[in-house]
């Protein structure tokens, strides 16, 4: 392929690179100073540049789990898009520090944004799939979180939490899903249903 049609990395990835190959720790707590700044460019700056290192080292960003969910309540959209993909990202490296803040997630969880309980929900798979004791701990708020999806949503998040979980916290998720089949846009329903190797019922005339 010819150099001048090779995707240049962007901006917040050089830097990320950069903060990542000399550790420099006071340039990411400034950063996520930054994430909460008032202004738009500024935070907006910083999440694209966290988000870049939370994807290449999570390990960085373990000391500030908490930050990070209370943000995704954050105003700032691109700040919430930020957490929402960082959080699922340290989850599969440290997942009992994130445990440690489960109470906080779970709890705001229903207050969230859609891209915040997006991010939530991956976290939450991410933990479940790290171990059976977490599945136990979060399948209320993943049932809620089925129970309050629209169709698209529904879809996506069933092939992802339905996979991760064992026992009865796989049947107590998967009924809910079936139980929301009904509720759905037919044409997302039907392949939800085929995903489960189920047929739905006919619609009443």
Same mark, same amino acid.
């Given at each position: 392929m010819n150099e001048s049609n090779q995707k240049k990395p962007s901006t917040a990835g050089v830097i990320a690179e950069e903060i990542i190959k000399a550790s420099a720790e006071p340039n990411l707590e400034s950063l996520m100073t930054a994430l909460e700044d008032t202004s738009k460019t500024t935070s907006t700056k910083a999440a694209r540049i966290v988000e870049e290192i &939370?994807? /290449?080292? *999570?390990?960085?960003?373990v000391s500030y789990i908490e930050k990070l969910i209370n943000l995704l309540s954050s105003d700032q959209s691109r700040v919430v898009q930020t957490c929402a993909? &960082?959080? *699922?990202?340290?989850? /599969?490296i440290a997942p009992a520090k994130v445990a440690k803040h489960l109470d906080l997630l779970t709890n705001t969880f229903d207050s969230l944004s859609e891209i915040g309980k997006d991010g939530a929900v991956r976290t939450f798979v991410a933990l479940c799939n790290a171990s059976i004791a977490y599945q136990k701990r979060l399948i209320d708020v993943l049932e809620r979180a089925l129970s309050g999806a629209d169709g698209k949503t529904l879809q996506r998040w069933t092939d992802l939490i339905l996979p991760v979980l064992k026992g009865e916290p796989h049947a107590q998720a998967r009924a809910e899903v079936e139980r929301r089949l009904n509720d759905i846009p037919r044409p997302i329903a039907k392949k939800i249903a085929e995903s489960l190797g189920i047929h739905l019922r006919p619609l009443r005339t």
């Open positions: &939370a994807a /290449r080292k *999570p390990d960085l960003m993909n &960082a959080l *699922p990202h340290i989850a /599969r």
